[in-house]
């Protein structure tokens, strides 16, 4: 399944949380992953993320996608940094 | 339509880029917005944020989702200050 991953935790586990993020998923843009990953995969990531944050102080977020069929990403100007992205526009149809 | 919008644009920008998407959308964490839109206040959405982005310095990401059928979305710990969302788990099926 296609999953989204976005983050809003405390600046003392930022770091963690997108080290942990980035073993599973592809890093996009400032605290915003996405990926392809399988139930068991996703399973763990949740697992290692629930873990680590707490939850009084941060929040994550994940967009499990079923299928990509009825998605598409449209994207305006260019990636910074860290994310790796060099396309403008994907339609997974 | 679902549209997700995950926007890193300079810090000049942000506040601008911010206020165009919460026009259309809900804010739901740092530099990330959902909302259902039509294909017309997409469109709109779309051309507004392009007349304000900078293409070389800014990125801004739409997903458009023609469905929610296949969508899961799965939240860890509480979200922050401005964002407004009290559920810890939906699913659209």
Redesign the interface.
């Known amino acids: 399944m296609f999953v ?1 991953m ?4 405390n600046v003392k586990r930022v770091n963690k949380v997108l080290k942990i993020g980035r073993k599973y998923l592809q890093h ?5 992953l996405e990926g392809e990953l399988s139930p068991a995969q996703f399973k763990s990531l ?1 697992q290692e ?2 873990k680590t ?15 990509t ?12 940094k860290s ?1 790796a992205r060099p396309d403008t526009s994907v339609d997974f149809l």
């Open positions: 989204l976005v983050y809003d935790v996009i843009q400032n605290s915003f949740r993320i629930k944050i707490k939850p009084e102080e941060d929040c994550v977020r994940f967009y499990l996608l079923r299928t069929k009825y998605l598409t990403i449209d994207q305006l100007g260019t990636p910074q994310a």
